[in-house]
């Protein structure tokens, strides 16, 4: 999935903006700008347009509650578009570009494929708290983000799959009080 744009109808501190993150370039995008440029207002508002608005969402700051709109323009691998508004609600807050219609919420699910609230926030909306959580995990050796870091800069596929495999293979070669495995016959 790709987003073309990001309608800032009526969301935190914006009216009215629109941001363009893809501009047709695939890959890693890394918003940077000074404090209070609406960095993480943002990024809420993206993950607030694929997921839903919270009841009680802390990004009324301009607009009621009632106003709030979050637009958007997503696009498949195979070139199908979905245009939409989110509103604040409990139900239908998906919309039709014109702010009247409904749209499905399976219309929704299926171009994003099976990825959640919980997986978009861990691999694709990372914010600096995250980022920095994530950072002291990899430190430890361990932690969600630390493993998705590490295994993509390894080019590990499936890490956690890995270490049980291996964790496996040692215990059929040695046991601390064992006397069947490999290491400990020989020994």
């Known amino acids: 999935m790709k987003i073309l744009r990001l309608d800032l109808l009526a969301f935190g501190p914006f009216t009215g903006v629109s941001l363009s993150?893809?501009?047709?370039?695939?890959?890693?995008?890394?918003?940077?700008?000074?404090?209070?440029?609406?960095?993480?207002?943002?990024?809420?508002?993206?993950?607030?347009?694929?997921?839903?608005?919270?009841?009680?969402?802390?990004d009324n700051f301009i607009h009621s509650h009632k106003n709030m709109r979050i637009g958007g323009l997503l696009e498949t691998s195979d070139g199908n578009q979905l245009e939409m508004i989110r509103r604040r609600g409990r139900s239908k807050t998906?919309?039709?570009?014109?702010?009247?219609?409904?749209?499905?919420?399976?219309?929704?699910?299926?171009?994003?494929?099976?990825?959640?609230e919980s997986m978009f926030n861990q691999r694709f909306g990372i914010d600096y708290e995250e980022l920095r959580k994530g950072g002291e995990a990899v430190v430890r050796g361990g932690g969600d983000?630390?493993?998705?870091?590490?295994?993509?800069?390894?080019?590990?596929?499936?890490?956690?799959?890995?270490?049980?495999?291996l964790d496996n293979e040692a215990s059929e070669l040695f046991k601390a009080r064992g006397s069947l495995q490999k290491i400990n016959k020989a020994i």
Do not use: C, T, W
């Open 145 to 165: 983000l630390g493993e998705i870091l590490f295994a993509a800069g390894a080019g590990v596929a499936d890490l956690s799959q890995i270490q049980k495999q």
């Open 21 to 58: 993150p893809s501009e047709g370039k695939h890959g890693l995008h890394i918003v940077y700008g000074p404090n209070e440029a609406g960095k993480s207002s943002s990024l809420r508002a993206l993950r607030q347009l694929l997921f839903g608005i919270p009841h009680l969402s802390s």
């Open 94 to 116: 998906l919309r039709e570009p014109d702010d009247v219609g409904v749209i499905d919420d399976s219309a929704l699910a299926e171009i994003l494929g099976g990825i959640d």
